[in-house]
């Protein structure tokens, strides 16, 4: 998911959540998805097959609804030469609009964040979104295996959390024979010992890594030489042989050794979104706690900071879950800016709308309404800023909710 940036996957992420609760008046929403190898004209004709199906569905409305949406949905398809990178996901149909007796046709177009696996074409009463709901579940997954001659353990870093999940020790002793015990035979029971334990290692691995979790990077790592050993001599899965991505010297093995690799591995993990979000916030904390830091937090100071071209990169808590309402007077011109809870919004439309102008007193506006980030990235993108989504679950994320859930790293202080 690399090539997908945080705010495309929020994006996504709300889109989603927004056609899940989106119920048709019949059988009339159409949900297609494409891969990415499909022939256009492949899914052309599927799509004049089903409309020629529709022509024989009984009710007018449901009938001319279907074939409206399929007609809106070749438009854009025909536009295409071939799929794009990942395929494609298409959801259209005719929604019924809260409080009025008109439906209202909307037609979403997406890039999926991961190659579309099969050709999906689907008319129902709900849109069909479960596939990219998985997709989004779907992160970058790494595994950390932290072993020497003693012990072991098994981590899992996925998109916003890591994981440990096992520990098994070897068994092996030290390095020093007892009394008694002949150096040739010390060395020789300590090998066979360790080669057991390397091989329960690797079945651990493939169970966990392969099985449990589908890691698509390794990372081998401890203290002393049995990791070289380990990875070398070719105990693991090929599977995960061919997935390991480092292997790195740590101070300790086991869990603490698992911990210890992310931090010595960040060069290898630059891509993994945890460690990006986890960098960026604590930039911010660093910044937020001088008297004269590079940082500044509040919807109010953020957006200033923005505004003046002063912000570099602004951070948004994946649930801040603000709006951004625009009135303009329809007689003076004046603007009137409100940012609201998106529970509120309704009532701060309606409260917004009656209102007299503090210009000219006049109570006729016309409206805008949007997601705060699309907002702020409009407003970045004027000003050659970006906008980062930190995700809530993690400890970095929590932190930076503590401070409003906006914040804004700056390139110079404005006051
Ligand atoms: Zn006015």
Redesign the pocket.
Known sequence: MADYDSVTLYKIRRLVSELENVKGRGTELISLYVPPNRPIYDVMNTLREEYSTASNIKSDTTRNHVQEALTKIMQRIKLYKKPPQNGLAMFCGAIPKPGKDVEEFVLYEIEPPRPVPTFLYRCDDHFQVDILKDMLRETEVVGILSLDSSEASFGVLSGNSLQIVENITSGVGGKHRQGGQSARRFERLREVELNDFFKRVAEHATKIFIEQYQVRKLIISGPGPSKEEFYKQGYLDYRLQNVVIGVVDTSYAGDEGVRETLERAADLLRDVRLLEERRLVEEFLGEASRPDGLAVYGLRNVIGALLAGAAETVLVSEDLNMRRLEFV?N??G?VVERFVEYREEPAALADGSQAR?P??G?TSWSYRSMDIVDYLEEKAHESGARVEIISSATEHGQMFKSFGGIGALLRYRTQ
Request: charged share 10%; glycine share 0%.
């Open positions: 007077c007689k003076c004046n102008c210009s000219c006049a």
